[in-house]
């Protein structure tokens, strides 16, 4: 069974800096497209990055050039460097896990971006 658990977020400045983690358990982050999404309250959930097994990336047009998403194969991670951060970033980010029959969320991190 997957299970997905991220972490890193907080409260921060706009114009600064924040790393969010996504940690797998019960199946490798490398065979799977991994999604970054966030919902801001009132509104639906998004799909703000992922990567795929071949290591293709995709961005929101609203992140490119600030958002950059990795996974360490090691530590069974995907990680969201998030740059240059804005107001409007202020959401709960949620990792999601496919591959096959696996379509799991993890619970979400806090970001909040302070004017």
């Known amino acids: 069974q997957v299970s997905l658990v991220e972490s890193g977020g907080a409260l921060v400045q706009a114009g600064g800096s924040l790393k969010l983690s996504c940690a797998a358990t019960?199946?490798?982050?490398?065979?799977?497209?991994v999604g970054w999404y966030r919902q801001a309250p009132g509104k639906q959930r998004d799909l703000v990055a992922q990567?795929?097994?071949?290591?293709?990336?995709t961005y929101v047009d609203s992140v490119k050039g600030r958002f950059t998403i990795s996974r360490d194969r090691a530590e069974n991670t995907v990680y969201l460097q998030m740059d240059s951060l804005k107001p409007e970033d202020t959401a709960v980010y949620y990792c999601?896990?496919?591959?096959?029959?696996?379509?799991?969320w993890g619970p979400g991190t806090q970001v909040t971006v302070s004017s």
């Open positions: 999601n896990y496919v591959f096959g029959e696996y379509d799991i």
């Open positions: 019960g199946g490798a982050v490398t065979v799977a497209t």
């Open positions: 990567i795929t097994r071949d290591s293709a990336t």
